[in-house]
T-cell receptor, first 110, second 113 residues
Framework: AQRVTQPEKLLSVFKGAPVELKCNYS??????LFWYVQYSRQRLQLLLR??SRESIKGFTADLNKGETSFHLKKPFAQEEDSAMYYC????????????FGTGTRLLVSP | NAGVTQTPKFQVLKTGQSMTLQCAQD?????MSWYRQDPGMGLRLIHY???????DQGEVPNGYNVSRSTTEDFPLRLLSAAPSQTSVYFC????????????FGEGSWLTVV
């Protein structure tokens, strides 16, 4: 069964602190992994995806196939990072068929 | 450039009523899809379309119909609304299925009483 697990509903940190949003997945095969973000009053948007191996807004995510994890990290959190973050996977040839986790709300305090 | 536009934004229905959630995109995207998000859950795929005239079921298709007569529009029809269909509905589109960015609409909040 395909499943994405985000164990933390809320992660609260202070500005400048490191951030790690956890994501574990279950999939028989090699899925594509994504992180989506939804800022207040904005649409859900792609933050980054494993296939491109980019760093966006200082965030990176490493795919660990052994642990089936795709944790999102940032060394120094900013207040503008406060948002809802969703981890998602798709089949390797079906990027439209996303399976989402339940999301983690990141709150960065000054 | 409007992107993905969903209407209505808010709707209250009575059990048994039918309605259509509209989704339109102006980016000439082939791929479109509908998701629903229930409280405390992630988005779940209802139906998707890989091009005009072609649709397929996602994870939770029961109680919903779709059609894709044009590239721009992908309406979602609730045939006989049930309280279990109270949810936030998101429409999404992308240029193709090769991993290009998926664009989401703002969401439609539906309450069935």
């Amino acid at each position: 069964a395909q499943r994405v697990t985000q164990p933390e509903k809320l992660l609260s940190v202070f500005k400048g602190a490191p951030v790690e949003l956890k994501c574990n997945y279950s999939y028989s095969g090699s899925p594509e992994l994504f992180w989506y973000v939804q800022y207040s009053r904005q649409r859900l948007q792609l933050l980054l995806r494993h296939i491109s191996r980019e760093s966006i807004k200082g965030f990176t995510a490493d795919l660990n196939k052994g642990e089936t994890s795709f944790h999102l990290k940032k060394p120094f959190a900013q207040e503008e990072d406060s948002a809802m973050y969703y981890c998602a996977l798709s089949p390797p040839t079906g990027f439209q068929k996303l399976v989402f986790g339940t999301g983690t709300r990141l709150l960065v305090s000054p | 450039n409007a992107g993905v536009t969903q209407t209505p934004k808010f709707q209250v229905l009575k059990t048994g009523q039918s309605m259509t959630l509209q989704c339109a995109q102006d980016m000439n995207h082939e791929y479109m899809s509908w998701y629903r998000q229930d409280p405390g859950m992630g988005l779940r795929l209802i139906h998707y379309s890989v091009g005009a005239g072609i649709t397929d079921q996602g994870e939770v298709p029961n109680g919903y119909n779709v059609s894709r007569s044009t590239t721009e529009d992908f309406p979602l029809r609730l045939l006989s609304a049930a309280p279990s269909q109270t949810s936030v509905y998101f429409c999404a589109s992308s240029y193709d299925d090769s991993g290009n960015t998926i664009y989401f609409g703002e969401g439609s909040w539906l309450t069935v009483v």
